[in-house]
């Protein structure tokens, strides 16, 4: 049995290259879809839609899902944001740049106080 799911999101969804909570929202849909159709149960608490995590600003911050939920494993949503460099740079664009702000940036997300204010610690979002 599975307690915890880490889910790092680096996707380029918005207008600046960070993530919109989609892939997460698209997971969650489609073990929805195979419950539904082929009878395939997949545990997974329930994930807000795309306007939810803006409008939330659970793209901007790690959040856990089911929290509350005992039926399912609990997820923890990372997603890419500015912590401590602006890390939304494709690793495909040429001339190669250096990666090591950016990974720094993800390290301290958890691990440093240089988190800009108490809105971007973590939360646990309830289920409905």
Do not use: K
């Amino acid at each position: 049995m599975v307690d915890a799911i880490i889910a790092v999101d680096a996707s380029a969804d918005t207008e600046y290259s960070f993530p919109n909570g989609s892939a997460l929202r698209t997971t969650f849909e489609r073990a929805a879809i195979l419950e539904q159709n082929q009878d395939v149960r997949i545990r997974m608490p329930d994930v807000p839609s795309v306007n939810g995590f803006i409008n939330g600003g659970l793209n901007t911050r790690p959040v856990f899902f089911g929290c509350n939920d005992t039926d399912t494993p609990i997820i923890v949503y990372v997603p890419n944001y500015p912590w401590s460099y602006a890390s939304n740079v494709s690793t495909v664009s040429c001339p190669v740049i250096d990666q090591e702000p950016s990974l720094t940036s993800s390290i301290n997300l958890p691990t440093s106080e240089t988190r800009p204010t108490a809105s971007s610690t973590a939360v646990c979002e309830p289920s409905p």
